[in-house]
């Protein structure tokens, strides 16, 4: 069963007066496991169906069904849920807060969340994004990568199944976006999870299982590669 279910997906914003379409009937499926890139031209609306997937946004219409929900069905309550729970978010700006060393940065979900062992849980996922060292810094001590991956590790403390990255590597050089990217692809097949990715890179998308070809609002072509990945 898909994870994440699009159905004629529609999203129309106001902009001075004027009707803007970001989506246009969008239908797709991702399930569980599964690094799927979003790839296309600035304004194609990668980033409106990423803030859709993970509940921050609600279609004009259309359905966005996560793990069996239709978010637009759920109260304000249950969406703060959902989001806490169920969804990780990763930005090309990282969006550390600065005056929070980097394993404090990763525990403040879990906090949110009244998740307990949140701490241990933070030094395993430094560990594994091979941060464990510098857990101690704060961001402004780290390199653009090394934010990256304290983030990556952020998004991951609640084991959410749906993890959302908006171009996660905009902001890195090619070996350390590499790295970054290792990591992504990690996180759905060690972790599970589904990961959705935005990017303008066609060498990132294919590194993907799935990629979803954008364009004006529409979905233009999904290419599945699983066999590609190895």
């Not at 700006?93 to 394993?103: H, I, S």
Request: overall charge neutral; charged content about 25%; glycine content about 8%.
């Amino acid at each position: 069963m898909a994870l994440l279910r699009l159905d004629s997906v529609s999203k129309q914003y106001t902009s001075q007066g004027t009707a803007v379409v970001a989506l246009h009937e969008v239908s797709m499926e991702l399930r569980s496991g599964q690094f799927a890139a979003l790839v296309g031209r600035s304004g194609c609306g990668k980033t409106t169906l990423l803030n859709l997937a993970g509940a921050m946004d609600f279609p004009t219409s259309g359905r966005v069904v996560l793990d069996g929900t239709c978010t637009s069905e759920l109260s304000e309550s249950q969406l703060t849920e959902l989001r806490r729970q169920q969804v990780g978010f990763i930005f090309q700006f990282f969006q550390l807060l600065p005056t929070m060393t980097a394993l404090e940065n990763v525990e403040l979900p879990a906090l949110l969340a009244g998740r307990p062992k949140g701490r241990s849980r933070a030094r395993e996922l430094l560990a594994w994004v091979e941060m464990e060292n510098l857990g101690d810094r704060y961001p402004h001590q780290l390199s653009g990568g090394q934010m990256q991956r304290v983030a990556i590790a952020r998004a991951l403390v609640n084991s959410p199944r749906l993890v959302l990255a908006d171009e996660p590597i905009g902001n890195l050089d090619t070996t350390t976006g590499d790295l970054v990217l290792d990591l992504l692809r990690r996180t759905a097949k060690e972790f599970g999870s589904l990961v959705l990715m935005a990017t303008h890179s066609r060498e990132s998308a294919e590194k993907c299982d799935v990629i979803v070809r954008m364009r004006d609002g529409h979905v233009e072509e999904v290419i599945r590669q699983e066999m590609a990945i190895t």
